[in-house]
């Protein structure tokens, strides 16, 4: 691993840099959950869920596409400068986004705030846990993983009835404000040097010309077999979680007549509960095979969707707080032992791969969100959504084991 700089190891400027880490993952993660709660509110401009699909689909991709750019734009402008653009194209693009036009809603959510949230994602939480915390690296991954979820759903029952009351603008301009304090966070906290101090030196174009070390390392990864593997696996995770609770959550309770407002208590709960999943997740992964960790939470997961559309068959079962609990203690449990495999076989390239790896979770999201729609569409239901994501997860629980994911030398260097 590279040498950090000196004022890295300030304990001071490392809790400041974690608490500014902290408060953008959520800030951007308190937009990703908003398409399936403002649509239910979209009536009033005689749209529905169904014709924002383009932009939400384009805004999954643009969260993981981002993620290796955003890393070695990081590495080389410096932290807190890409951290701060990317919360202002939140705050930009949630302006945009509540003009009262469907094709600017779409192209705002799809790029702006898909390019801004995907700059914030898990693979900048797993940059920061390895470059001021390599010694801690599972329960940092763990704790700033648990941001995320918890920024996507710890607020949503207050927008919720924000919604009610003042339409569905007022959670975007909400989300907007959280953003502009995380501006201020970063600007007070966020330590600015890039990863490598001697490319201090270089100039603009030189660094510039340092983004092609995305492809030679993506490509080098792409030939080994441990990414492959991760790849499916976490395309099946991105699958079963943000392809379901971002978009067809709150839509499959309302259709089963179980209120907008309980949809959105449920999706707090799962994002309290994560914290203990993935914190648990972290702090085992440290000492324990992640193989195990991930095949177990798999096939958790896997019963409690099975379990779901039997819970809501009948409306409201006081059993849909249980499914929350269970699901949040699962929901991002997979990702610390994850980054802790990309870091065993990659090496100091591991947090850049794990953003390309991350790229494919969210292909997995969008493709689920896509099938979700087509299946209620076809079925007027979505019950043959929650068989089909169950199943593959049990797929992803035996796929883990189909390598021992070994160190990897002959994966490009950064240079």
Request: net charge positive; aromatic share 12%.
């Amino acid at each position: 691993m590279k040498n950090r700089s000196a004022g890295n190891d300030n304990p001071k400027n490392r809790l400041g840099v974690l608490f500014a880490t902290i408060f953008s993952i959520i800030a951007a993660g308190s937009y990703t959950t908003l398409a399936g709660l403002i649509a239910t509110q979209f009536n009033t401009e005689g749209w529905s869920a169904a014709t924002i699909s383009i932009g939400v689909g384009v805004n999954m991709a643009m969260y993981g596409i981002t993620a290796p750019f955003a890393i070695y734009a990081m590495q080389n402008f410096g932290i807190r400068r890409i951290a701060v653009f990317a919360l202002g194209l939140l705050i930009v693009g949630s302006f945009i986004a509540v003009l009262p036009n469907l094709f600017v809603f779409n192209l705002s959510w799809g790029l702006l705030i898909g390019i801004g949230t995907g700059t914030l994602t898990m693979a900048y939480g797993a940059l920061i846990a390895r470059t001021w915390f390599p010694e801690k690296l599972g329960v940092i991954a763990g704790i700033l993983t648990a941001s995320a979820v918890f920024g996507q759903f710890a607020l949503l029952p207050v927008w919720s009835e924000v919604a009610l009351v003042y339409g569905w603008r007022a959670p975007l301009i909400g989300s907007a404000g959280i953003a502009a304090i995380a501006m201020i966070v970063n600007l007070i906290w966020m330590q600015n040097q890039p990863l490598s101090e001697e490319r201090n030196t270089l100039n603009l174009g030189d660094k510039a010309r340092l983004f092609l070390n995305v492809f030679p390392i993506f490509i080098s990864a792409m030939k080994t077999a441990p990414f492959w593997v991760l790849v499916f696996i976490f395309a099946i995770c991105g699958a079963t979680t943000n392809g379901l609770l971002w978009s067809h959550f709150t839509p499959a309770i309302n259709d089963a007549g179980i209120a907008v407002t309980v949809a959105s208590n449920i999706l707090f709960l799962i994002g309290v509960f994560n914290i203990v999943g993935t914190v648990c997740s972290g702090w085992l992964a440290d000492r324990i095979s992640p193989r195990l960790i991930l095949s177990l939470v798999f096939l958790a997961r896997a019963g409690t969707l099975f379990w779901l559309p039997l819970i809501i068959a009948n409306g409201y079962d006081p059993k849909l707080v249980w499914f929350g609990i269970m699901f949040g203690v699962l929901d991002v449990a997979t990702v610390p032992p994850i980054i802790l495999l990309c870091n065993r076989v990659f090496g100091d390239n591991g947090p850049a791969i794990f953003g390309w790896i991350n790229a494919f979770h969210q292909i997995g999201a969008g493709a689920m969100a896509l099938a979700g729609g087509a299946i209620q569409i076809e079925y007027n239901s979505y019950d043959v959504m929650w068989v089909l994501a169950g199943t593959i997860s049990i797929m992803a629980s035996i796929a883990v084991f189909f390598n021992r994911y070994q160190q990897r030398p002959d994966v490009v260097l950064v240079s």
